[in-house]
């Protein structure tokens, strides 16, 4: 498109992509706000911009997790200037920084019913390599069930995650709400330190594992990992909405693969009517 210019995002463009991204999703608005002044400072990564004659039209992230893993969002046009090829120049931008980053992995999520972006991945290159839903509820006040995992519990916590059906259905990957991580050691211990993990031993065996983490973009709890036996996947589900209500949050997050975990999590009380379906999609080219 003539006039459009790719370049490093500034300060100074806040206001008008804030504006543009207003009302991005119907009934949901848009987190670019919440994550504006954090993708800003951002050392390692990308945030890009296109403009037009000085004007902000459209943003991009690339988000570097490190060791050589890394997760795009914030892909967003200004509405008024859709259907014109600006996402198309800002994906050639961003595999032109990729291409310098080298990563090992480059993966994105997009609701299930975002056919423009997963058409969008799939031109690109990329390819769906693990299926979601995504659960949100209003937290309540109950009683939390298992306890804070800590250090000391690491090795056997690692073992019992790394041979579990969510990890083997997820392609490795643990949730934060709308981004997805893959599981490590390090990932793992940097959770511990949080007090985000809980367990539920029975007669000192590991009988249920979840991970809690905060969903940056809104600031929610969200429940990005569980197994054990169904009635510790339960309990572990149900805490979500304990702990968000204990934390005071106006809502909490679940999120499991779509196979196997979805009918627990309904039968621990959460609708479907308060469901998306998540697809994450991974670059599958040379870089
Ligand atoms: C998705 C989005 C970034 C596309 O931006 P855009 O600048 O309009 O996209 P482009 O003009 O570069 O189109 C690229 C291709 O996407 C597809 N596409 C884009 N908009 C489409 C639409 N409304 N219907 C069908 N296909 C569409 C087409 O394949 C198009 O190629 P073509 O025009 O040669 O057919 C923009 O619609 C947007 O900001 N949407 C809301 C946020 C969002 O969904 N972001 C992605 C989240 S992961």
Not at 65 to 80: N, S
Not at 152 to 157: F, T, V
Request: net charge positive; with cysteine; hydrophobic share 40%.
């Amino acid at each position: 498109m003539r006039g459009l210019k790719l370049r490093d995002a500034r300060d100074t463009d806040k206001d008008v992509v804030l504006d543009f991204c207003r009302n991005t999703w119907r009934g949901y608005g848009d987190f670019i706000h919440q994550v504006w002044d954090e993708w800003i400072r951002a050392r390692k990564g990308r945030f890009i911009v296109a403009e037009i004659e000085g004007r902000p039209v459209g943003i991009a992230k690339i988000s570097d997790f490190g060791r050589g893993e890394i997760w795009l969002e914030g892909l967003r046009v200004d509405p008024r200037y859709r259907r014109k090829g600006i996402a198309k120049a800002i994906n050639q931008e961003v595999i032109r920084t990729l291409k310098r980053i080298k990563p090992r992995a480059v993966r994105f999520c997009t609701d299930q019913s975002n056919r423009i972006s997963r058409r969008i991945g799939t031109e690109y290159g990329f390819r769906v390599v693990a299926r979601f839903k995504f659960y949100w509820q209003k937290p309540r006040r109950g009683r939390v069930r298992g306890k804070v995992a800590n250090l000391i519990d690491a090795g056997a916590i690692y073992d019992f995650i790394v041979r579990s059906r969510f990890l083997q259905l997820s392609s490795g990957l643990v949730a934060e709400g709308w981004v997805f991580r893959e599981f490590s050691r390090r990932l793992l211990r940097s959770y511990l330190n949080e007090g985000r993990v809980y367990i539920i031993r029975k007669q000192g065996f590991l009988r249920g594992v979840a991970i809690y983490p905060i969903d940056d973009k809104d600031g929610v709890i969200t429940l990005g990992f569980v197994d054990g036996d169904q009635s510790s996947i339960k309990m572990l589900v149900r805490n979500c909405k304990y702990l968000g209500a204990r934390a005071a949050m106006e809502y909490c997050s679940v999120v499991v693969p779509t196979r196997f975990f979805p009918r627990i999590v309904e039968q621990a009380g959460y609708g479907q009517k308060q469901r998306v379906g998540q697809v994450v999609m991974q670059y599958m080219g040379d870089l």
